[in-house]
């Protein structure tokens, strides 16, 4: 049973223009919210996070928005950017007291 | 300040072949956690340690176990492998433990079943 979803494995963007990313949960237990970034051969990079208590966490070109009421929360990257290209991890967790638990990915190509 | 780092970064072993993964955390993270990567699947959690005690573990078989040390390096350990446990073996720190849930990745140790 997969607790967080990216239901779109891949999306690709023109550089300049807005990406946003999904992701969608099922544990309503789930009050904390990152977005991790991958680069091939690297390590995930943590991005952005959010707390259940905010609709909204801001970070220069990164947003991130939760509905809670829906168990879904997006990344909005404005302006996107060709190294912006990674592999991004919605994950989540449970007031601290559970391990992250990621979704699957969802690859962002930006093309120049 | 150093990150997270993983030994080794690859390797090549057979079925039924046993293999050690190390991690060290950054410099004063006691917490270390564990997770394999495979295609499609995401990452998924393997288990968690914090002061040399498992804290959390993940829906993996017995085969699967690791251990930590009072210096905070961790290990993991995989027994008797098998084709499906090729994948990338990533090893995250965090300060205290799961509050903020920020977890620092190292590069990860790719390991290859054949």
């Known amino acids: 049973d997969q607790q967080v979803k990216q239901n779109s494995p891949s999306l690709s963007v023109q550089e300049g223009r807005i990406s946003i990313l999904n992701c969608d949960y099922t544990?309503?237990?789930?009050?904390?919210f990152l977005w991790y970034k991958k680069y091939p051969a690297e390590g995930p990079t943590f991005l952005i996070s959010?707390?259940?208590?905010?609709d909204k966490n801001e970070d220069g070109r990164f947003t991130v928005f939760l509905n809670k009421s829906a168990k879904h929360l997006s990344l909005h990257i404005v302006p996107s950017q060709p190294g912006d290209s990674a592999v991004y991890f919605c994950?989540?967790?449970?007031?601290?007291?559970?391990?992250?638990?990621f979704g699957k990915g969802t690859r962002l190509s930006v093309i120049a | 300040k150093a990150g997270v780092t993983q030994t080794p970064r690859y390797l090549i072993k057979t079925r039924g072949q046993q293999v050690t993964l190390s991690c060290s955390p950054i410099?004063?993270?006691?917490?270390v956690s564990w997770y394999q990567q495979t295609p499609g699947q995401g990452l998924q959690f393997l288990f968690e340690y914090f002061s040399e005690t498992q804290r959390n573990k993940g829906n993996f078989p017995g085969r699967f176990s690791g251990r930590q040390f009072s210096n905070s390096r961790s290990e993991m350990n995989v027994s008797t492998l098998e084709l499906g446990d090729s994948a990338l073996y990533l090893c995250?720190?965090?300060?205290?433990?799961?509050?903020?849930?920020?977890?620092?990745f190292g590069e990860g140790s790719r390991l290859t079943v054949l």
């Open positions: 995250a720190s965090s300060l205290i433990g799961r509050s903020t849930g920020e977890l620092f």
């Open positions: 959010i707390s259940s208590i905010k």
């Open positions: 410099s004063g993270h006691r917490s």
């Open positions: 994950a989540a967790s449970e007031s601290g007291n559970t391990p992250l638990v």
């Open positions: 544990n309503s237990m789930f009050d904390y």
